[in-house]
């Protein structure tokens, strides 16, 4: 059982650039979501899915694009990355779709646009 | 939306001192978590506790649903509890999302 899954772990991209934060999970979770994390500024979050072909946008869904088409990945899309993007991208998972339940962290991913 | 605040933003302690993190939000919750996020930059679910008193080991929490805060204790302090503490909630009756606060970060010293 491996938990939440993200891949890669650090990226480095050019502006304009565009790239896939992979996020997998074993647990059949239902709802996952991804969030960035900017120092001084928590955690935000950017898209959430409460099930296989549900998406929505969170705080700060701007250059991003997320899809759902099984229980287990909920990949993160930048189609042109931006400085602005830089940061460090957490996904995460919990067992109820309803209320969130308890929410599971994968280790992060840190994404540098120069 | 929902507005959460950690107290106190910084926080120094030497080990084995006690201390207490608070969390305060703004409207009412069905869902309210504590993380811990290392120096290696994992975040560990400490607690999932929207209303209550739950203790594991030396961490305890207790949230005030109907006072809207919660309150993190840290007993016996050690330099592994070093790192940010964050509070996270659900406003009820919304879509399925959790807000954050902005940290409590905490340092033990020998």
């Known amino acids: 059982n491996a938990g939440v899954t993200q891949t890669p772990k650090f990226q480095v991209l050019k502006t304009g650039q565009s790239m896939t934060l992979q996020c997998a999970q074993d647990m059949n979770h239902e709802y996952m979501s991804w969030y960035r994390q900017d120092p001084g500024m928590g955690l935000r979050l950017i898209h959430y899915s409460v099930g296989a072909g549900i998406t929505d ?30 940061s460090v991208y957490f996904c995460a998972s919990s067992y109820s779709r309803v209320s969130t339940g308890e929410l599971f962290f994968g280790e992060g991913s840190r994404l540098t646009v120069l | 939306g929902i507005q959460v605040e950690q107290s106190p933003p910084d926080l120094i302690l030497q080990e084995g001192a006690n201390s207490t993190l608070r969390c305060n939000f703004s409207d009412s919750v069905n869902n309210l978590q504590w993380f811990h ?7 560990i679910n400490l607690f ?63």
């Open chain 1, 57 to 86: 946008q969170g705080e700060v869904p701007n250059g991003y694009n997320v899809s759902r088409s099984t229980t287990e990945d909920f990949p993160l899309r930048l189609l042109s990355a931006a400085p602005s993007q830089t």
């Open chain 2, 37 to 43: 996020q290392n120096p290696w930059g994992q975040l």
């Open chain 2, 48 to 110: 999932y506790i929207p209303s209550g008193t739950k203790q594991n080991g030396r961490l305890s929490a207790t949230t005030v649903a109907t006072e809207r805060y919660s309150l993190l204790y840290i007993s016996s302090s050690q330099t592994t509890d070093s790192g940010v503490y964050f509070c996270a909630v659900r406003k009820s009756g919304t879509a399925s999302k959790l807000t954050f606060g902005t940290g409590t970060r905490l340092q033990v010293t020998l």
